[in-house]
Protein backbone atom coordinates (compact mmCIF):
# COMPACT_ATOMS: atom_id res chain seq x y z
CA UNK A 1 0.00 0.00 0.00
CA UNK A 2 1.47 2.99 -1.12
CA UNK A 3 1.81 5.91 1.71
CA UNK A 4 2.42 9.86 1.67
CA UNK A 5 4.22 11.39 3.98
CA UNK A 6 3.83 14.71 4.79
CA UNK A 7 5.76 17.25 7.02
CA UNK A 8 7.37 20.71 7.64
CA UNK A 9 3.88 22.61 8.66
CA UNK A 10 3.46 25.15 11.71
CA UNK A 11 2.70 28.55 13.02
CA UNK A 12 4.59 30.95 11.54
CA UNK A 13 4.02 35.03 11.34
CA UNK A 14 3.07 36.70 8.54
CA UNK A 15 4.80 37.84 5.70
CA UNK A 16 6.54 34.52 6.75
CA UNK A 17 7.68 31.46 5.38
CA UNK A 18 7.14 27.74 5.19
CA UNK A 19 8.58 24.62 3.09
CA UNK A 20 6.27 21.65 3.62
CA UNK A 21 7.49 17.78 1.84
CA UNK A 22 6.02 14.85 1.12
CA UNK A 23 7.86 11.87 0.38
CA UNK A 24 5.61 8.51 -1.13
CA UNK A 25 6.52 5.13 0.01
CA UNK A 26 7.13 3.96 -4.34
CA UNK A 27 8.14 5.90 -7.33
CA UNK A 28 5.96 6.60 -10.12
CA UNK A 29 7.08 7.17 -12.91
CA UNK A 30 4.35 9.02 -14.32
CA UNK A 31 2.35 10.77 -11.83
CA UNK A 32 0.60 14.18 -10.80
CA UNK A 33 1.67 15.29 -7.13
CA UNK A 34 0.21 18.44 -5.12
CA UNK A 35 -1.43 20.02 -2.37
CA UNK A 36 -4.34 20.77 -1.78
CA UNK A 37 -5.46 22.80 1.58
CA UNK A 38 -9.04 22.87 3.61
CA UNK A 39 -9.82 25.27 6.26
CA UNK A 40 -12.61 25.72 8.61
CA UNK A 41 -15.57 25.68 7.44
CA UNK A 42 -14.45 25.25 3.74
CA UNK A 43 -14.31 23.37 1.16
CA UNK A 44 -10.98 21.28 0.19
CA UNK A 45 -9.34 23.35 -2.71
CA UNK A 46 -6.09 22.76 -4.86
CA UNK A 47 -3.03 24.68 -3.98
CA UNK A 48 -0.70 23.56 -6.68
CA UNK A 49 0.06 20.70 -8.64
CA UNK A 50 3.10 19.42 -10.55
CA UNK A 51 3.48 16.54 -13.22
CA UNK A 52 6.56 13.68 -13.28
CA UNK A 53 7.14 15.90 -16.52
CA UNK A 54 7.36 19.14 -14.55
CA UNK A 55 4.38 21.39 -15.75
CA UNK A 56 2.64 23.21 -12.48
CA UNK A 57 -0.41 24.91 -11.73
CA UNK A 58 -1.65 26.97 -8.89
CA UNK A 59 -4.25 28.89 -7.52
CA UNK A 60 -4.55 32.27 -7.91
CA UNK A 61 -4.55 32.87 -4.43
CA UNK A 62 -1.08 31.69 -4.13
CA UNK A 63 0.37 32.61 -7.62
CA UNK A 64 3.98 34.80 -7.16
CA UNK A 65 4.13 33.84 -3.41
CA UNK A 66 4.30 29.58 -3.12
CA UNK A 67 6.48 27.07 -5.23
CA UNK A 68 5.59 23.56 -6.22
CA UNK A 69 8.74 21.32 -7.00
CA UNK A 70 9.32 17.64 -7.22
CA UNK A 71 12.24 15.07 -6.85
CA UNK A 72 11.13 12.24 -9.00
CA UNK A 73 14.24 10.25 -7.91
CA UNK A 74 13.12 10.64 -4.32
CA UNK A 75 9.19 10.49 -5.42
CA UNK A 76 9.34 13.61 -3.19
CA UNK A 77 7.43 16.99 -3.71
CA UNK A 78 7.77 20.63 -1.95
CA UNK A 79 6.09 23.48 -1.38
CA UNK A 80 7.42 26.67 -0.62
CA UNK A 81 5.53 29.51 0.94
CA UNK A 82 6.59 32.87 1.02
CA UNK A 83 5.09 35.74 2.24
CA UNK A 84 2.29 33.68 4.08
CA UNK A 85 -1.23 35.64 4.55
CA UNK A 86 -3.82 34.80 7.44
CA UNK A 87 -6.04 33.02 4.81
CA UNK A 88 -3.37 30.34 3.95
CA UNK A 89 -4.22 28.92 7.30
CA UNK A 90 -5.37 25.30 6.80
CA UNK A 91 -4.82 21.49 6.86
CA UNK A 92 -2.78 20.80 3.68
CA UNK A 93 -2.86 17.68 2.28
CA UNK A 94 -0.09 15.73 -0.15
CA UNK A 95 -1.72 13.95 -2.86
CA UNK A 96 -0.30 11.60 -5.95
CA UNK A 97 -2.75 10.66 -8.67
CA UNK A 98 -0.90 7.78 -11.19
CA UNK A 99 -3.50 7.80 -14.06
CA UNK A 100 -5.89 5.73 -12.53
CA UNK A 101 -6.54 6.38 -8.65
CA UNK A 102 -5.50 9.00 -5.98
CA UNK A 103 -3.58 8.88 -2.94
CA UNK A 104 -3.75 10.79 -0.28
CA UNK A 105 -1.85 11.94 2.63
CA UNK A 106 -2.75 12.61 6.46
CA UNK A 107 -2.40 16.52 6.00
CA UNK A 108 -0.53 18.71 7.95
CA UNK A 109 -1.34 22.08 9.89
CA UNK A 110 -0.43 25.41 8.83
CA UNK A 111 -1.05 28.10 10.63
CA UNK A 112 -0.76 32.40 9.69
CA UNK A 113 -1.19 34.32 12.91
CA UNK A 114 0.89 36.88 14.46
Known amino acids: QVQLVESGGGLVQPGGSLRLSCAAS???????MGWHRQAPGKERELVAE???????DYADSVKGRFTISRDNAKGTVYLQMNSLKPEDTAVYYCYLFDGSREIWGQGTQVTVSS
Open 26 to 32: KIFRFSV
Open 50 to 56: ISSGGST
